[in-house]
């Protein structure tokens, strides 16, 4: 596949959602994105679930979630929506477990989590869902990975994880799920592991070379990409935001030595990124700067170089991020305050 130039990519300003916030959970199903609760200006969770429709360029409200919350893991079963644990209106983690019906348009309570948990990781194949890590009710990082059976309604334990943690990143290849970072209390983790679901056993990887906190991760043919990010400061070492690229070979099975001259153009961390096109795509942020960053960059795979990008029209952090077709999304966020934009950047052929 030809990789685009960067005079291809463009920003479109779409629909804004229908209320300001941050920490809602995006999910694409049937071609249409789905909007699930967050927070709003107070930093109380939310209830609102929206539908955005792409050919419309219109958001539309659906019945609010049963339980308001924030920072929900998701995932659809066919054409249903799973919503799972987050943080509820009593800023505690919850067990709860809600599934929307898109033909019948309604919530029905599930069979909720054996531990009320916030920042679990998701993954779904065939019909089950796979929730690892998660931080409890006592704010310590759990090991669990859970299985949920929709026929028989009903979370299974498995094989723990060997390393607790909590906001962990996690994406299905094959029969394998592949976790990596999250933190533990505050920290960052840098560990790597992967659950080979036929064997029901976990296989340590190599960790990620640079521990930070905020970083993102994109895949990319057989490639992982582990993104700037901030390190973290103990005893006497100051905070960092960084332009470290980590790059782990799906094939050799290995993390690949980086030149200093891959790295991002930007320090950044808490950013939206992605892949569109055969690129890898960084937006936005937080970096040295006083306010939030709005410079945009796509990394060539082929020529190993990061290219400045068109800037987002409106700069933000801690966006709700999504790839549609060849676009990125950026929805919500913030900038000085919350906000309510909704920004793709487009392959300009796409």
Known sequence: MEVPSVKDFQWKRLAPLPSRRVYCSLLETGG????????????????CFEVYSPEADQWTALPPLPTARAGVAVTALGKRIMVIGGVGTSQLPLKVVEMYNIDEGKWKKRSGLREAAMGISVTAKDYRVYAAGGMGLDLRP??????????????????PMPTPRYAATSFLRGS???????????????????????????????????????SSFVTLDNRLYSLGGLRQGRLYRQPKFLRTM??????????????RSF???????????????GRVIVAGGLGNQPTVLETAEAFHPGKNKWETLPAMPTPRCACSSIVLKNCLLAVGGVNQGLSNAVEALCVSDA
Request: charged content about 25%.
């Open 142 to 159: 759990h090991n669990h990975l859970q299985h949920y059976d929709m026929l028989k309604d009903m979370w299974v334990s498995l094989a």
């Open 176 to 214: 394998k799920i592949y976790v990596l970072g999250g933190r533990q209390s505050k920290y960052a983790v840098n560990a790597f592991e992967v659950f080979d679901i036929e064997t029901r056993s976990w296989t340590k990887f190599p960790n990620i070379p640079c521990k930070r906190a905020f």
């Open 32 to 47: 249409q994105i789905y909007a699930i609760g967050g927070c709003d200006d107070n930093g109380v969770p939310m209830d």
């Open 246 to 259: 980590d790059v782990f070979d799906m094939e050799q099975g290995g993390w690949l030595k980086m030149e």
């Open 263 to 277: 790295f991002l153009k930007k320090r950044r961390a808490d950013f939206v990124a992605g892949s569109l096109s």
